[in-house]
Every structure is written in C-alpha cells, then in structure tokens.
C-alpha cells in the first residue's frame, strides 16, 4: 500500500515530490508546497503513514522532504535546523513536522524551539475534541474546544539569570501588541469554526502588570467582537472547571506558561497527549505536529498511533483551503476508531492491536465513511488578522524612583541603616526593602524567612525631575561601595498611572 521509497528523507537535503491524481476531483484546487520534517524516533514512520492517506484523500501538494533534528545535531548544526530547511520553510509557508528530539548534552537550543521563534509562530493552537472509540472518564460528555496558546512571550522568552549564586530570575514578558495579536486570533478561530464564545484565562490577580495587560488587552479586543460571548476566568479556576466542566468552554485563549499546562490538561480529558494535534499559527509560516515527542522506545518497530500526526495534517489541509481532503480524512479516522477492529496498541480496547500501517490502511477503507457518534463541525477559513490597536502612541512619563537589588547576607536592619548612611545628601529616600516580594525594612520583618537578594526602593525627594536618570548613576556608585548590586529597575508612571508593584505589606 505505501510508497515507502519515495517518502524516506533524504539526509541533508531538499526533495520535492508532486503527488499524483488520485480518487477525488481536484481539478480547481491549487497545488501546494509543503515542508515535511519526518522528525526523530517514530517521526519517519508516522509520516510515512500520513503523507500516503493525505494523498489519498486528494490533497493537491507538493511535498518537500526536509532535515531537522537530531541528526543535524550530530552534524554540529546547533540549532537543530539546518539553513537548506529553513529556506524551504521560508519559501513554503507551510510545515507537517514529525516530532524532534531535543538533545541532552550536545546542541545548543531545541529545534522546537528554533523553527518557533525564527518564524514568530505566536499562536499554539490545540483542539480538544473527544474523540469516538476513544473511552476516558469523561466519554459521553461532548467535550470539544480549542485552547489558543501565546506561543513566543512570557516567561518562554526565556530570559533568565542567577542574580546571586543562590537566587535565579526569569524574565516575565508580555507585550500588549502580543496579546493583542493572540486574542485577535482567538476570536478569528471562534468565527472560522463557527464557535460562540471566547474566554481568557489569567492570574491578573496577582500579577497585575503583566496577566493584568493581557487580560485588559483581551477585554479590549472582545469589545470589538460583541457577536461572541466572553469572558475571564483566573487560570486556577479555569484549571479546575475544566475538570469538572469541559464541555462549557468554547475558545480559551491564554499566556504561553498558563497554556502549556492547560492545553496538556485538557489533551489528558480526551484521551491523552497521544492523540493530540497541533498548530503552530505566525503571520508567514505555519508549522503543523503531533503533541507528542519521538517515543524512541516504540520507534522503527511500527507501532506507533498516526492519530494525532494525522488530525494535525488535517488542520493543515484546512489550513491552505483543502477542506474537501480534510473532511474525508478526518471523517474517516474518526470511523476507523469507533469501528475500533483496527487499533494501534495504545488505543485498542478489546480487539487485537495492529501496527501503524494496517491503522493508516483501515481510514483508506473508510474514506467516504463518517462517523455515527459525531457530528462535523462546519469550519471556514481562518483569516491571520491584523493588529488594530497595536503599541499606546505617546504617553507621558514621571521617573519617580528606582529599585536596586542587592546581594546581601546580613539581616535587613544592618542592610538598611547602611544604605541610608550611603545615600545621605543624595536627593533619594529609601522607602522600602524587600525580600522575595515582602516588606522587611523599615519596620518588623515578621516570619518572612530573607535570602541573599534585596530590593532596595529608593525615591527621589527632590523637586527637579529632569535630572533623576542621571542621580541614578551616582546612586548606584554610592551603593555599590557597599554592597553588591546586580540589577537595576527604574520606578515610572505612564500617565500618571504607576508601572511598578507595590511589595507585600508597602502602602
Ligand atoms: P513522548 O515521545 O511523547 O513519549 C512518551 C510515551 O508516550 C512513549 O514512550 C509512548 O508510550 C507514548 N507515545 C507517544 N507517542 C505515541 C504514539 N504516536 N503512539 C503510541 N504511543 C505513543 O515523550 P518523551 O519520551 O518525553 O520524549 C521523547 C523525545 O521527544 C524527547 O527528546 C523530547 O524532547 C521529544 N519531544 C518532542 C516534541 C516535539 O517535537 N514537538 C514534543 C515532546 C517531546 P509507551 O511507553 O506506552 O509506548
């Protein structure tokens, strides 16, 4: 049944393989250029198994057999992805990726991770959908949603440090034309897929400044889409309705930390990372594959479940217009695991299990085929919005203060008594120490256990604001007499509204 030969990769380098007419009129569809990245472990033989049932379905594409991985690792490309890869995704646009193993003592990054930022691939988008045949805890309870992750900020900028030897920090991040751009697209999806509610998730409470922007920019948006329910929830409540309530989320859209575990959680509803597809949205480039990784202990042996590579090469196939390809496949891979006669070993219930081949040939069988206990969605296509909004224009500034961190062993008391000594006659006030986020100075420090890192709050009592920038050069020199600082954050207003957080126990 497969073209096995035709399909191998072909290491370092670029193959373009038209595939032929086959059972469906595609006489008016636009053939297009695809970039297969076979991947690692059980990659090549998924993809194998996926290229041949997409093709055929009908699908009009040119297949370009492409390296990334671990393989290109060994040759020392430390990116995993070497630049014949990269120009091929560049000029196609569009990616079916089988999963690539992130190394573990050579190479430097994660292709993952790579292809993802290279090609600003801000939207992870995960549809949970039960699926038929597939028994959970939760069978019965028509659980069908999709969780948008922000796929490029927040803490996954991964933007780290060790301040001191014993205190690490990473870096927060969440920009409003991010946000913006992720709840654009949630409610694109919600009108493509003919959903009705979009709902953000966030831990705005306490992390007002950078969950609060997203949640704010979130509410902005849906302003703009009053035809859609929407609403937020803290991510913590989210995280519990969605086990006890699944079936009444429609569209989530969340940061990227909030997302990563959420859209695990939800895949684990419907019967697990196993099964689960993935697209990975940005502007120019789009990047489909499975959830899960290369199971090297199953790989070559052609046991592994096509399922989840081959529901993300159905959201391809919707991707680039080819819906026609898409309902058959899906309607038939849904048919071939409620039959449940020919299952692979991880899914098979009662009946024997079969490999990867006599899976992928068992949806051949069904094409034509749908489902009984499911019913289609209806979807259009997803149009990648614009930003409307985009960055504040101009908005005033007050640089009122600053925060030093400090590197310090001994007791807040000796900490503050020997700043106020250095700072004397310098224009700055220390308001406050902190340590992890409480208030320990002035005043009673409590049971808050400290570690060696403080932030020192100094405020300018001065009546000349212009010069504060340049006080801060002569602040730090005073400290740093003393002490030991490593990093340094300006106290602004924009419009007169603060952009910085009071600690614990500060009015
Ligand atoms: P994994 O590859 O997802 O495998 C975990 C287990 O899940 C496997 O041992 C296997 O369990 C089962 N499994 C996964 N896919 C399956 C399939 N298609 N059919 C049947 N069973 C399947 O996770 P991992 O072992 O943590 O990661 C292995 C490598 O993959 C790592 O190098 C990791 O970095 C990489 N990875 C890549 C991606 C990606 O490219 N997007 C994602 C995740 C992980 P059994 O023991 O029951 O056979």
Redesign the pocket.
Known sequence: MYRSDPYASSPGGVRSMRTDPTSMDRANQVTRSVVVLP????GPE?MQAVMCVIDEAGASVDWQICDAGATVFRDGIASGVPDETLDAVESAGVVL??????PVGYGEK?A?VTLRKLFELYANIRPIRALPGIATPYSGRDIDFVVVRENVEDLYAGIEHMQTPDVAQCLKLISRKGSEKIARLAFALARAEDRHKVECATKANILKLTEGLFKSTFESVAADHTQFESGHLMVDTCAHKMVVAPEDFDVLVTTNMNGDILSNLAAGLVGG??LAPSANLGRDVAIF??????????AGQG????T?LLLSAVLMMRHIGQHEVADVVENALYRTLEDGTHL???IARDADPVGTDVFAGAVLDNFGRSARQLENRTYSPLRMPDVVHGPLGEVSRDLTGVDVFVEWKGNADALGQSLETAIFASGFRLSMISNRGTKVYPGRIGYTETVNHWRCRFAWTERDWSCVDAEILGLLNRIGEIHRWMHVEKLQHFDGTPGFTLAQGET
């Open positions: 991947g690692d472990g059980v998924l990726k089988g999963p690539l193993e992130t994660s993952n990372l196993g594959e499975a959830v899960h990784g290369s199971a090297p202990d199953i046991l592994a479940n096509p989840a692979t070993a991880d």
